[in-house]
């Protein structure tokens, strides 16, 4: 009944920037956690990012400070804001709310 959709991958050069969007619905959105993670090949699932239903972030080292997550209750959205991107960044994003799951949208980041 949850349904997470994601958008908003795709190529980009170093140092470029996306923004990807996690629409959900069945969902009383604002009154959860939401997390985007990401895949890379022969890599495990790595949480980079957290937003909790007070807007209190938080990131992992491999992003802080060239990240950003947000949430837009009313729409029923959340933001992963991407700046200075770097080749290490590419993977598979996913968006997480409690036991649902996004897609997945594909970031790669390459000259």
């Known amino acids: 009944q949850v349904q997470l959709v994601e958008s908003g991958g795709g190529l980009v050069q170093p140092g470029g920037s996306l923004r990807l969007s996690c629409a959900a619905s069945g969902i009383t959105f604002s009154t959860y956690d939401m997390n985007w993670y990401r895949q890379a090949p022969g890599m495990q699932r790595e949480l980079i990012a957290t937003?909790?239903?007070?807007?209190?972030?938080g990131y992992s080292d491999s992003v802080k400070g060239r990240f950003t997550i947000s949430r837009d209750n009313a729409m029923k959205t959340g933001y992963l804001q991407m700046n200075s991107l770097k080749p290490e960044d590419t993977a598979v994003y996913y968006c997480n709310i409690f036991t649902a799951w996004g897609q997945g949208t594909q970031v790669t980041v390459s000259s």
């Open positions: 937003i909790d239903t007070t807007f209190i972030t």
